[in-house]
């Protein structure tokens, strides 16, 4: 979902589009959020949050975010790029940073904020054949989404927009 609101009313925030460089392929690592979150409760995300004061930006944000989620240290993130901003329909103005991960490394999940934590093979996500387009009402509008299933989770909205972002950086054709 993107939102129509002007960027700058919009909260920033930064997430870790982590891809991990497994022995059979890329994978991406991502988690479920916690069922009692305010925002975005139960839903499949990427590590990351709000801009705090003190980051001097995106990426350091996408890494203390990370850190503090799933207890991945930021020096084992080798930083890959950033996409373009992604403008929610919650109100955040979020910039997806990239970043390699070189197995292995131990993830110490926040219970508070993440149920899960798993990854999905990149050839999936990036994939056309596997994503489709969904609907739903929100305050009288239809709001149109993107959403990958996969296994027994429901990857979708913001999160499912940032890797159609993430696969037509890659060159997927149009």
Request: cysteine-free; charged content about 25%.
């Amino acid at each position: 979902m993107r939102d129509d609101a002007a960027p700058d009313r919009l909260r920033p925030a930064a997430v870790l589009v982590p891809l991990v460089d497994r022995d059979e392929g890329l994978t991406v690592l991502l988690t479920r959020r916690t069922d009692h979150l305010h925002h975005h409760p139960g839903q499949v995300s990427f590590p990351g949050g709000r801009v705090e004061a003190g980051d001097r930006d995106a990426e350091m944000t996408a890494l203390r975010e990370t850190h503090e989620e799933i207890g991945l240290h930021p020096e084992r993130v080798e930083l890959l790029g950033a996409l373009s901003e992604y403008h929610t329909g919650t109100g955040f103005r979020v910039t997806p940073v990239v970043g390699l991960i070189q197995p292995p490394f131990d993830l110490t999940p926040d219970s508070f904020e993440v149920a899960e934590i798993f990854e999905v093979p990149l050839s999936f996500l990036i994939d056309p054949a596997n994503r489709r387009q969904e609907q739903l009402l929100i305050d009288g509008r239809a709001r149109t989404y993107y959403a990958m299933p996969w296994q027994h989770h429901h990857i979708w909205g913001a999160t499912a927009g940032m890797l159609v972002m993430l696969s037509r950086f890659l060159g997927e054709p149009d």
